[in-house]
């Protein structure tokens, strides 16, 4: 199991394997290994140790890159995110100010209309009293000078009368 595609992990497994299965020595925690054997691991291990050490610094170069590509990524669509927000609420608040003005032109339109109209009533309440009072005053006027007409007539059918009943007599 020593080839050069072993991986470190596997080389460590098989060490302790070797060991624990090795024969002991009696009297003695020690154990008779094949020198040769474990000399040709721990030399596959030093070998492998600097390729694996390169593999994983290449991964964590791979991993980083996406790391910063990803937040890079988040970034920029955070930033695009906020300014449609951004944008979006300007919208909002430009229609909201053009429908209040909008409203406001309206109520003001409509209380100039109102106010409008009750100036004319009041003109034409006037312009009535006014027509009104200049009728009466005319008619009165006009009765009293019929009134006086009226009384020269009489006069005159009386003086008539009084000079026919002179010549008549």
Avoid: C, F, W
Avoid at 61 to 86: F, L, M, P
């Amino acid at each position: 199991m020593n080839e050069q595609g072993e991986s470190l992990l596997e080389i460590l497994d098989e060490l302790v394997d070797i060991v624990a299965h090795a024969k002991s020595l009696p009297m003695s925690a020690s154990v008779m290994v094949n020198r040769s054997e474990l000399l040709d691991l721990l030399e596959t291990a030093r070998e492998i140790v600097p390729d694996q050490i390169i593999a994983a610094d290449s991964v964590m170069q791979d991993a980083n890159a996406v790391s910063e590509n990803a937040k890079h990524t988040a970034s920029e669509i955070r930033e695009r995110a906020n300014k449609d927000a951004e944008s979006i609420i300007a919208e909002a608040r430009e229609q909201a100010s053009r429908l209040v003005a909008q409203d406001q032109v309206t109520i003001a339109a409509k209380s100039q209309a109102t106010r409008i109209l009750d100036e004319a009533q009041t003109r034409a309440d006037a312009l009535k009293r006014g027509a009104d009072g200049y009728a009466s005053t005319t008619l009165n006027t006009l009765s009293d000078e019929l009134n006086g007409l009226l009384d020269q007539i009489e006069a005159g059918r009386a003086h008539l009368a009084t000079r026919h009943e002179e010549h008549d007599s």
